[in-house]
């Protein structure tokens, strides 16, 4: 019996965005050392807090039954 490797496209895709929006939602909210106090960035953490949420479980759902 032959096997192939299907590529699941979508599901590639949605994992790196959700491992970059992590990556980017703790970057927002960075202090840079303590020289730059009150520069958060609260909003646009929440968004690619949120972001990363919506991928990681779109990424959950795409995921074939063999993976």
Known sequence: MKT???????????SITTILSAILAVGFIEDC???CMGNENW???AVMF??????????????KENQ
């Open 4 to 14: 192939t490797k299907e590529k699941n496209t979508m599901n590639t895709i949605f």
């Open 33 to 35: 050392g303590g020289h």
């Open 43 to 45: 909003t646009m953490f």
């Open 50 to 63: 949120t972001s990363t949420i919506v991928f990681a479980v779109l990424s959950v759902m795409t995921m």
